[in-house]
């Protein structure tokens, strides 16, 4: 098999032009250059504005239920790093998965994407959701994770050199391509988040949501991830990111910020205007604080419930617009006629929700799962072994059933103690082993990788070489050992019951680990 990796390495030095990165590349890295992608965004700019948002959860049963956002409103201008900040608790990442449309149930109000109403489809075709967990493929290196990402991601009428330049591009730029052949778990904090930005920029969004990038991050790297963020949002992206805490310095590359406190909003605007506005809100900033610190604990309800009432009250829930650097916001109107029907035409084209056919999903998935395979094979030899160790005990145990006709009864219980160990152990290690993965398949899913259906059938197909094998050897062992009669007809049988056991276990595995998220210690 081709390996991806090698794929990009070949393409990357491949055309005479490119001397000049490779060059660079070599010299030591001191920051993220981020000086812009040659990639900028192909369409205009995208506004967002949000009226009266609301988020309510369910508690549990008979417990009732939970409002965590309470009619927040706001807007999202084109070209800027805006930063939601707020205490733990008051509604930051929940608000980010409104936004992005990852959460949808309990949520009211409105999305409006350039003055007109969301459509979730058009939407998510032009943005993108990092969450806060890296979610990486850590068994694979930096450019094997970007070149099957950008199998997925980009159309299948490019070749696999203009592919490579689009991730040559991406990797110089956020300062990883001399960690092109690291393993994306073995990548510092910073650098995964990196990762995790570059793997999403490869089919350029033109909207990014990206949850707590700073948080587990030293200043430095922090700093280096904001202005990554910065120097996109000013090539035309619009780019929202929650933030917790940010030192003065960090505070002052967002453009805008926008806080909330126990799901409501105390300001919106720009970094530069917020100390005017706490001023002219009575509640102006001490001397010598760092301002963001200060609306934190304004937030908190440090100095008081009441000066939280009194921001939510003067911000009006996120519907003042007059801390904005713009002196000019255009209206929806405007905006609509800025952005007329015809255009969003030729952005609908294009039938499925993924960008490449279900075929090109599926032997990219497989390819990658091979891969995994192959990279750690802990899991085919615990298999094995499970295997080899079981199908010797129940032999012993029921030596020579097969040949004694007083031992009927015995034959059945063999026969149910072998399909409990089919059903079991590979339902028990898919339990255990899927909700890692589940995690990187909702990312991946939701940014629009690739369909459940691929997945599913990828994971499937990796899994059913070790699986015939797994069965074969148990078979082999457990027919001879309890002297079963040597034919082939009833051996195939067997053998053919035992695998459709084992993928039966496996899909209620599969549904198990993804209904309840069990937690394996490490
Ligand atoms: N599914 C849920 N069920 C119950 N409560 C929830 C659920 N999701 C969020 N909450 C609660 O809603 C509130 C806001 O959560 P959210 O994660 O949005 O806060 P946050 O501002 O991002 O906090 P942090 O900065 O600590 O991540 C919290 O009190 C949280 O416990």
């Given at each position: 098999m081709m390996l991806a990796g090698a794929q990009i390495e070949e393409s990357v030095s491949y055309?005479?032009?490119k001397a000049s990165v490779s060059i660079a590349a070599k010299e030591p890295q001191?920051?993220?250059?981020?000086?812009?992608?040659?990639?900028?965004?192909?369409t205009d700019p995208v506004d967002i504005q949000f009226t009266n948002i609301t988020c309510t959860v369910r508690l549990g049963f008979n417990k009732g239920s939970k409002q965590i956002l309470h009619g927040v409103n706001g807007r999202l201008r084109p070209k800027q790093l805006v930063a939601i900040m707020g205490p733990s608790g008051a509604g930051k990442s929940t608000l980010l998965d409104v936004l992005s449309g990852y959460r949808v149930t309990g949520v009211g109000g409105a999305v409006f994407i350039n003055g007109r109403g969301r459509i979730m489809k058009r939407f998510k075709k032009m943005s993108c959701y990092i969450q806060q967990?890296?979610?990486?493929?850590?068994?694979?290196?930096v450019s094997e994770n970007m070149a099957l990402a950008a199998q997925l991601k980009?159309?299948?009428?490019?070749?696999k050199y203009e592919k490579g330049e689009v991730i040559e591009d991406i990797l110089t730029n956020l300062g990883l391509y001399e960690h092109m052949n690291t393993r994306a778990g073995q990548l510092s904090g910073g650098q995964r988040k990196r990762l995790s930005i570059a793997l999403e920029l490869i089919n350029n969004p033109l909207i990014m949501f990206l949850d707590?990038?700073?948080?587990?991050?030293d200043s430095s790297s922090c700093s280096q991830v904001v202005q990554l963020c910065q120097s996109l949002a000013h090539q035309g992206r619009t780019i929202v990111c929650t933030v917790h805490q940010p030192s003065a310095s960090l505070f002052a590359l967002f453009d805008h910020v926008y806080i909330l406190a126990a799901g409501q909003c105390l300001y919106q605007g720009t970094t530069k205007n917020l100390v005017p506005y706490l001023d002219q809100a009575g509640v102006p900033c001490p001397m010598y604080h760092n301002p963001a610190d200060y609306i934190i604990e304004l937030a908190c309800g440090e100095y008081g419930e009441d000066k939280i009432k009194l921001l939510t009250t003067k911000a009006e829930n996120g519907r003042v617009?007059?801390?904005?650097?713009?002196t000019d916001i255009p209206s929806m109107e405007a905006l609509r006629k800025q952005n007329p029907l015809s255009v969003l035409r030729e952005q609908d084209t294009?039938?499925?929700?993924?960008?490449?056919?279900q075929s090109n999903q599926l032997s990219v998935l497989m390819k990658r799962g091979f891969l995994k395979a192959k990279r750690d094979a802990t899991m085919t030899h615990l298999r094995l072994i499970v295997n080899v160790v079981v199908g010797i005990m129940l032999g012993s145990l029921f030596i020579n059933a097969g040949n004694d006709s007083s031992r009927v009864l015995e034959n059945y219980n063999l026969l149910f103690a072998i399909l409990m160990h089919h059903m079991m152990s590979p339902m028990m290690l898919t339990i255990l082993t899927f909700p890692a993965e589940m995690s990187i398949l909702s990312k991946e899913h939701f940014n629009r990788w690739y369909s459940l259906g691929s997945y599913y059938i990828s994971i499937t197909v990796v899994d059913l070489p070790i699986s015939i094998v797994s069965c074969a050897i148990f078979s082999v062992i457990v027919y001879t050992m309890s002297s079963q009669p040597l034919e082939v007809a009833r051996f195939s049988m067997f053998f053919a019951i035992s695998l459709y056991t084992v993928l039966v276990a496996q899909s209620f595995g599969l549904m198990i680990g993804a209904a309840f998220n069990v937690v394996v210690s490490t």
């Open positions: 055309t005479p032009e001191k920051h993220v250059v981020a000086q812009g992608l040659t990639r900028v965004p192909s967990d890296d979610r990486l493929q850590g068994l694979l290196t980009l159309s299948t009428k490019l070749d707590e990038p700073t948080t587990g991050l617009l007059d801390y904005f650097d713009e294009g039938s499925g929700t993924e960008e490449t056919p």
